[in-house]
């Protein structure tokens, strides 16, 4: 993805959402599955494989280490605002729990502070 070139997945962990529309995911254990991904993006052609493959080096720029350490960082740094016992509470551990879905690509609630 990061060198702009459309991807093929087996959906195993998190690879069909993080390759999404850019790309093309299919079940996994399955040899027979991979055909069709690999058809439609053969069927795309040379041009419609440059447009995923550009938005495949954008949405790559989401996963890079100086993104992924930053998102880590404001988690801890919101958890950390929490006192000991009010860590303890429901309140905070839902906001980890919402911080830690943020990092998977999910959208944070509003007004998730301790």
């Known amino acids: 993805m990061a060198c ?3 991807c093929v997945t087996t959906d195993v ?7 999404d529309v850019q790309g093309r995911s299919c079940r996994a254990r399955d040899p027979a599955a991979l055909q069709p991904p690999y058809a439609s993006l053969i069927d795309t052609g040379e041009e419609g494989r440059r447009r995923l493959g550009s938005r495949d ?14 998102a880590y960082e404001a988690l801890y740094a919101e958890v950390l605002q ?6 303890l509470a429901d309140r905070c551990w839902s906001v980890m729990l919402t911080c830690l879905a ?4 999910r959208r944070r609630p509003k007004n ?3």
């Open 4 to 6: 702009g070139v459309p």
């Open 13 to 19: 962990g998190d690879s069909a959402w993080i390759v």
């Open 57 to 70: 080096a954008l949405a790559s720029a989401e996963f890079s280490l100086s993104e992924r350490a930053a």
């Open 82 to 87: 929490c006192s000991y016992w009010s860590l």
């Open 102 to 105: 943020t990092q998977r690509g």
């Open 112 to 114: 998730t502070t301790c």
